[in-house]
């Protein structure tokens, strides 16, 4: 699990370049929002996918990922585990996330971020195909705490596909990262 996360880590930090369309399926990028924005915090937790479904297919999942955007989008990002494609990453993609209390987060979902071997590159790295969706994640557990113990994702695109997540902590604390565009480095916000 641990030398898949480098790999997951790339695939987040290019899902903040600019989308492409290019899929067979109508992608709609937003044009006004700003495309410089970059990843500033990454959480990457051990566990297992209960349940991911995307588009009416199951899968399983190698780990996941949350993404805070320095613009304010956060993206949960399942790096999928399919053997005909080792680039496969689909993020639930969402901006003003709510926290109830300490021990847990609701993100509304505005759209889905799909990634494979076949989508164009930048750098060397896939860009996603941005699908406009509506949906919701919910996560029980905290980031300070290094501790997540579940979360749970719906979202459904506006071609009628489904995307469902239900990711389970192996109780492994969460790797949480701050992520420094000013120099080129990664820092624990916490140590």
Not at 94 to 111: F, W
Not at 131 to 145: E, K, P
Not at 154 to 182: H, I, K, M, W
């Given at each position: 699990?641990?030398?898949?996360?480098?790999?997951l880590?790339?695939?987040?930090?290019?899902?903040?370049?600019?989308?492409?369309?290019?899929?067979?399926?109508?992608?709609?990028?937003?044009?006004?929002?700003?495309?410089?924005?970059?990843?500033?915090?990454?959480?990457?937790?051990?566990?297992?996918?209960?349940?991911?479904?995307?588009?009416?297919?199951?899968?399983?999942?190698?780990?996941?990922?949350?993404?805070?955007?320095?613009?304010?989008?956060?993206?949960?990002?399942?790096?999928?585990?399919?053997?005909?494609?080792?680039?496969?990453?689909?993020?639930?993609?969402?901006?003003?996330?709510?926290?109830?209390?300490?021990?847990?987060?609701?993100?509304?979902?505005?759209?889905?971020?799909?990634?494979?071997?076949?989508?164009?590159r930048?750098?060397?790295?896939?860009?996603?195909?941005e699908?406009?969706?509506?949906?919701?994640?919910?996560?029980?557990?905290?980031?300070?705490?290094r501790?997540?113990?579940?979360?749970?994702?719906?979202?459904?695109?506006?071609?009628?596909?489904?995307?469902?997540?239900?990711?389970?902590?192996?109780?492994?604390?969460?790797?949480?990262?701050?992520?420094?565009?000013?120099?080129p480095?990664?820092?624990?916000?916490?140590?």
């Open positions: 699990m641990r030398r898949l996360r480098p790999v880590a790339a695939s987040l930090i290019a899902l903040a370049t600019p989308c492409f369309a290019g899929s067979s399926a109508p992608i709609r990028v937003n044009q006004a929002e700003p495309q410089n924005s970059f990843i500033d915090l990454l959480a990457l937790m051990s566990g297992q996918c209960k349940t991911l479904r995307i588009a009416g297919r199951e899968f399983a999942c190698k780990t996941v990922a949350y993404a805070h955007g320095d613009k304010g989008r956060v993206n949960f990002a399942v790096a999928v585990d399919d053997p005909t494609d080792d680039s496969h990453v689909v993020s639930f993609s969402g901006e003003n996330g709510k926290r109830a209390d300490d021990n847990s987060y609701e993100l509304s979902i505005d759209r889905m971020l799909l990634n494979s071997k076949d989508r164009p930048v750098d060397g790295l896939p860009v996603p195909a699908q406009t969706s509506t949906g919701i994640c919910r996560q029980t557990g905290n980031f300070a705490a501790q997540v113990s579940n979360i749970t994702c719906s979202a459904t695109d506006n071609e009628g596909r489904r995307y469902e997540l239900l990711f389970v902590s192996d109780g492994t604390p969460v790797s949480v990262r701050r992520v420094r565009q000013s120099s480095s990664i820092q624990d916000p916490f140590k």
